[in-house]
């Protein structure tokens, strides 16, 4: 009975198989929205860490030059190192074909919307992911 269940399971997209275009029309929507997604978030990432760069860049030479003057017991938490970023996951996503200048390919990029408006005094726009979303056709 177990092997009769799995094979029902196997072959279940055959019971419909009107559904099969769709879903592969779908599941090239999504390839293509995951790899913007995973390009976007990558050049983001880049950039926030070369933020973080230039943070540590000025507490090394706050400690290194200031910190020695100060008593020990005088705000510790000066001497605490800059906070690190990290991301977790395998990027999987950019082994899919590179579907993002595919305008065939419509998918919802408003991921970027609220990213584009941020700017850091000092580092610039963190809108990087442009060279992907700007060859989309968007919706």
């Not at 269940?5 to 279940?12: G, P, Y």
């Not at 408003?110 to 610039?124: D, R, T, V």
Request: net charge positive; glycine share 4%.
């Amino acid at each position: 009975m177990d092997e009769i269940h799995k094979l029902r399971k196997d072959f279940s997209y055959l019971r419909k198989p009107s559904i099969l275009p769709r879903a592969y029309e779908q599941s090239l929507v999504e390839m293509k929205r995951r790899l913007v997604f995973r390009k976007g978030l990558d050049a983001y990432v880049g950039n926030l860490k070369k933020i973080i760069d230039t943070e540590k860049e000025k507490r090394n030479s706050f400690i290194n030059n200031q910190v020695q003057y100060l008593p020990s017991h005088f705000w510790p938490q000066l001497k605490e190192p800059t906070p690190t970023l990290n991301l977790q996951g395998s990027p999987s996503e950019l082994k899919f074909p590179d579907f993002t200048t595919c305008s065939e390919i419509k998918c919802d990029l408003s991921i970027f919307e609220s990213l584009n408006k941020m700017a850091i005094p000092g580092i610039g726009s963190l809108h990087s992911p442009s060279d992907y979303v700007n060859t989309l056709d968007e919706k």
